[in-house]
């Protein structure tokens, strides 16, 4: 950790993060784990995945994240294969986890409960 | 990685599968099976695109060309045309109805971009525990050039200048409060970040919180140097749990990297922020009883003037704001008050979260420009009311809101025509109501809740509001005369009139908007003492219809207290002073001869 | 001063800025209905919570009305007080008030003297809509040695919570439940005899209805009046005489010493005597104990504590008791006058009469709610025979009179009977705050001087300023003395005996805002400081009346000590008239 004394300081911490959440060749998982997220599931996948990815060999990388609002389709996860739109999908349980690791991860296939993304944003 | 794969999308929301998106689908895999394409090209059922009204919506990846309204029969065309020839099909593209021109791609497409996420722009994306995600998407970039760039006074125009209202329920123009609090001179001051969030099925400050916590507590500090306060409290329901977690990692974080604390960024300006736990009462979101209770004391309401901002906690001057004001503050700052201002209508700028509930198919947290309309909210991001069943009504703003009705549709949701409608924003719950629910019942709930919620201080919202909700379960029960609605008016009037804070001055809202909006149903109940809803279980009548009963006694054997009385053969009745309306009976008759008057 | 020019009811005025509304219409003379909200001016008391939401009004420009009491004046305000929007509002509000509350008036103890009551009457209440439906909010009633709560009857004026929190600093009552069960109780809606509670009586001298109400023991006298077997004898404390008239339609401040004693003789007491004796007593010993301690501490013994506390208060022994226990050992040891009183009774004059000390009834009039908790005390009884059998307040009394049909304004002036019936201007001046000190110096100056007090009214004693101090001359050595009346005022002088830092040689300290003549078993000033100050005027002009102003000249105190008690801190005296104290919180923590 390194105290942040200047503008410039804040702003070279953002350029470093940003380098290494865009690291190439590397799949980014967001489960979405707000309330609404780990009171459906969603701690249960966020450890399947962390396990199955080792296990499976796969480059990547699983973050826990607040929730984007989807109650309706918890748990959500939000995937991102390097150089492409992030994906989110809905309902996910330990099923649909190794289906999206199979088809969506591994091949680029969508798998149903693909949630659309509806909004834009400032980000 | 491999080039991305061509990919049909489907809409499989709720709408849409009733508009036979499910045969579209099978017609589509079979097309491609036809055109031996079933290995190139998958079909994949996604979830809703919030396009109810074009559906079905066929999205073909990776180009992102939406298809809208597409019927079975269309398969052929976008497989032949699109897929093998790579040709659009035009006429099943989306035909923008201002300008009338073709919208083929999702990045133009305005109908998928309904909702603008601005306070919930790092929910989901961030990492909340880590403050090197929130960083890297912009966290604290505003506060360093608040520090650096800005006079306490110039930060205060902007947020003037942006429009911001308060998002907690009053709407009071932010930069306003701020800048009373900044006027009034004092050794101390204090900003208090109002997470009490109370409302029965509201969560909107609470996603924040979990998800983007740095967002207020960057914003606190942001307030804390416009207004000159060293010090920000946030007033966290104890049964947020994780969101206090997150808070507590995220101020201890800020702390450790030194973006709270003493001299922050090396400018000199130190600001620090603190926890403090709500036991859950309601009415601690009224800022002078959340001030009480921070203080320890009772957390009820005290008459204003003086407002927080003259004398608040420990008596100094103090600025309390929501979470999703808060949220607001840092984008406003990096992009400037007339970005801020451009969004939303006249005098309600910005976007607003809801949390939608209720007989809606997508339930969950929205964020939408102020202005849009509640068609556009319910039909569109909502996917429709549940089952297709028929839209009655949505109660906003809470316990202390009103309900909007058809008629209010395609009215632009904004604060002020909220309160023209008889509601009022509220926090932002919104809960859709469907054919099947009585007014009268609903007004009852949620008068049940402030009634259960009221601190008691001053006697029209201890007692009046019991006496109304009396008077409403009186009338569910068929017990009520026409004159009882005359009373219900009354009460409602007096209580709004004389209460002494925000939550007994809205609680009878409503009754008083149900009882505008429905008062045919209050009638009903009245005069007739019938329930049109068929929610009043007092008011239901279980009644055998001779034509469809062929005497089997299916009926008369499963009833629990022998109300069903006839021959072997001949037609039943139902003795309504016995009968129990336990429903067993309908369950049990094959004839659809038991029914409910 | 900075004014603000309003109308209210199409009358311009102009008020001080600050004013609230409610003020600024009195002074136009227009009086605005309220409930909950309660003035003592000269007391600095105020009670406004704004909450039972009566007084509301109509402010032009104002989306909803306002609580006139409390909502400030403001530059061009125009205010309406009866528009029907306000008048129909103030009824329905009035509706719901009484909807949950009790109609059982006629056996209420505040009937006739209920603000509720009179509030219903004045707007007219005849019926209240959706009665049969409503649903009442009902508690556990709660009896403690001298204060009931009924809590059915709390309308939530907050007055008593005010009372004992920010006057008294008691901490025993607060707002507790929420919503329709909201009421005003000790915490965990524990019984009074459990909390912090020192029986002062404030919250029930200000309760608006019969929530708050005193513990009835006139029943309990006639019976020992009606019992041919019992002598009954009678002591009246000295406010008592300065507000009983009140009760009878007399002005505040007239004095009925002797109108009283009749009425207590016609009531069928076999000897009326007078607390001002006790109090000349009190002087003798608690002014001997303070010279004891004072010249110990002049010739540098560190062992005597000074200040020396006063401690004829109940309320105040028991408030330090609860919250002070560390410095039990400062207060004077002496007993209160009533307990004197009690002691001396039921043994030199139970002797004089030859009767067993059980066949001695003592009753006391109190202006007090206190002193029926300190005739209770464990160690005020020998042998299960208490020394003052029951204490009854002034209310109850007048109510007493008022049964047997006496007509108390009519009657004869009566004497007190001897030997406990003789007193100084000194015993009389216990009645008002500052005047205990005050019969103390006039004593302890003499005594320890051995001069004669050429000026006895010591006016830089009296008064109503919540704390007083004045350095007063024994012939060359000063003595600082230290005033506070109400427990609030109490608690500050306190702290600073605590800390080291008190610069007294003597503190008197009185319970009730304006001592004993604004007790809690007074008749009820409703809001009226104007009464407290009038029944203060009165005590004075009794002393000033009296042939004799210093206690040590009391030739039935001199007596008794020739006969009966040696001296003045004898061993004798110390027996029966010097008590010890507890730590309160020890005693009632304990849950039978």
Known sequence: MKKIKSLADLRKSKADTLARIHAKEKIRIRVHMGTSGLASGAKEIFDFLTVELEKRSINGIVVGTGDMGYCFAEPTIEVTRPGEDPVVFGNVDKLKADEIIEKFIKNGYYVEGLLPVNYQTIN | MAKQKKQLLVCGGKSCSSHNSEVLYDNLCLELEANALENEVSVVRSGCFGLCHLGPVVMVMPEKVVYVKVNPDDTRDIIAEHLIKGRKVERLLYHDPVSGKIIPEEKDFAPLKKQMRIVLRNCGIIDPENIEEAIAHDAYEALGRVLTEMKPADVIRIIRDSGLRGRGGGGFPTGLKWEIAYNNKSDEKYVVCNADEGDPGAFMDRSVLEGDPHAVLEAMAICGYSIGAGKGLIYIRAEYPLAVARLKTAIRQARDYGLLGDDIMGTGFSFDIEIRYGAGAFVCGEETALIHSMEGLRGEPTVKPPFPAESGFRGKPTNVNNVETFACISPIILKGAKWFSSIGTEKSKGTKVFALAGKINNVGLIEVPMGITLREVIYEIGGGIRNGKKFKAAQTGGPSGGCLTEKHLDTPIDFDNLLAAGSMMGSGGMIVMDEDDCMVSVARFFLDFTVEESCGKCSPCRIGNKRLHELLDHITKGKGVPADLDRLMNMSMVIKDTSLCGLGQSSPNPVLSTLNNFREEYEAHVTVKKCPAGQCRDLMEYFIISENCVGCTACARVCPVNAITGERKETHTINPSICIKCGACIEKCKFDAVIIR | ?592
């Open chain 3, 1 to 592: 001063m900075e004014t603000i020019k309003l109308t209210i009811d199409n009358k311009k005025a102009e008020v001080p800025k600050g004013t609230t509304i409610h003020k600024a219409a009195r002074q136009m003379g227009i009086e605005i209905p309220t409930l909950c909200y309660m003035e003592l001016h000269d007391l600095n008391i105020e009670n406004k919570p704004a909450g039972c939401r009566i007084c509301m009004v109509e402010v032009e420009g104002r989306r909803n009305l306002a609580p006139s009491c409390a909502t400030r004046c403001e530059e061009g305000m125009v205010i309406k007080t009866h528009t029907t929007r306000v008048l129909n509002a103030r009824r329905t509000v009035m509706e719901f008030i009484l909807s949950d509350h009790p109609k059982d008036c006629l056996i209420c103890p505040k009937s006739g003297n209920c603000e509720l009551q009179a509030m219903a009457n004045k707007l007219g209440i005849r019926e209240i809509p959706g009665q049969e439906i409503a649903a009442m909010s009902t508690y556990r009633k709660d009896t403690s040695p001298s204060i009931i709560r009924d809590l059915d009857k709390c309308i939530l004026c907050r007055r008593c919570e005010m009372m004992c929190n920010d006057v008294q600093t008691v901490g025993a009552l607060s707002a507790v439940n929420r919503g329709f069960m909201a009421t005003v109780a000790p915490a965990f809606e524990q019984n009074l005899e459990y909390s912090s509670c020192t029986y002062c009586g404030q919250c029930v001298a200000v309760c608006p209805t019969g929530a708050l109400t005193e513990v009835d023991h006139t029943p309990e006298v006639l019976r020992a009046l009606a019992d041919p077997s019992k002598t009954v004898i009678v002591q009246t404390a000295p406010a008592v005489r300065a507000a009983l008239g009140e009760e009878f339609g007399m002005a505040p401040g007239t004095l009925v010493t002797g109108k009283m004693v009749s009425a207590l003789r016609a009531l069928g007491f076999d000897y009326v005597f007078d607390t001002d004796f006790a109090a000349d007593l009190t002087i003798m010993e608690e002014g001997t104990e303070l010279l004891g301690r004072l010249n110990r501490h002049l010739k540098g013994d560190t062992t005597a504590k000074l200040p020396i506390l006063t401690s004829c208060c109940p309320g105040w022994v028991n408030f330090f008791e609860y919250y002070y226990p560390d410095l039990k050992d400062i207060p004077s040891t002496a007993k209160s006058p009533q307990q004197m009183f009690g002691a001396i009774a039921k043994t030199y004059f139970a002797g004089k009469i030859k009767i067993n000390r059980k066949d001695l009834v003592v009753v006391s009039i109190m202006p007090c709610l206190a002193k029926k908790y300190e005739c209770q005390r464990d160690e005020f009884s020998t042998e299960n025979n208490r020394d003052v059998d029951f204490s009854i307040s002034t209310r109850e009394l007048a109510a007493f009179i008022k049964q047997a049909n006496i007509d108390l304004n009519n009657l004869e002036e009566g004497e007190f009977d001897a030997p406990l019936g003789e007193s100084t201007g000194a015993g009389v001046i216990f009645g008002t705050t500052g005047g205990v000190i005050e019969a103390a110096v006039r004593t302890a100056y003499e005594l320890q001087t051995g001069k004669k007090l050429e000026r006895l009214d010591f006016t830089e004693l009296r008064g109503l300023e919540g704390v007083r101090e004045a350095t007063i001359d024994f012939d060359g050595l000063p003595v600082r003395i230290g005033i506070a009346h109400g427990l609030g005022n109490a608690r500050k002088l306190l702290d600073d005996v605590r800390s080291g830092k008190s610069q007294f040689h003597a503190i008197e300290v009185m319970a009730c805002p304006g001592g004993c003549i604004g007790g809690g078993g007074q008749p009820l000033h409703h809001g009226n400081s104007e009464i407290i100050k009038a029944r203060a005027a009165a005590i004075y002009t009794e002393d000033r009346k009296k042939p004799l102003r210093k206690s040590h000249e009391n030739p039935f105190i001199i007596k008794l000590y020739e006969e009966f008690l040696e001296k003045p801190n004898s061993e004798k005296a110390h027996h029966l008239l010097h008590t010890h104290y507890f730590e309160r919180k020890k005693k009632i923590l304990v849950k039978p």
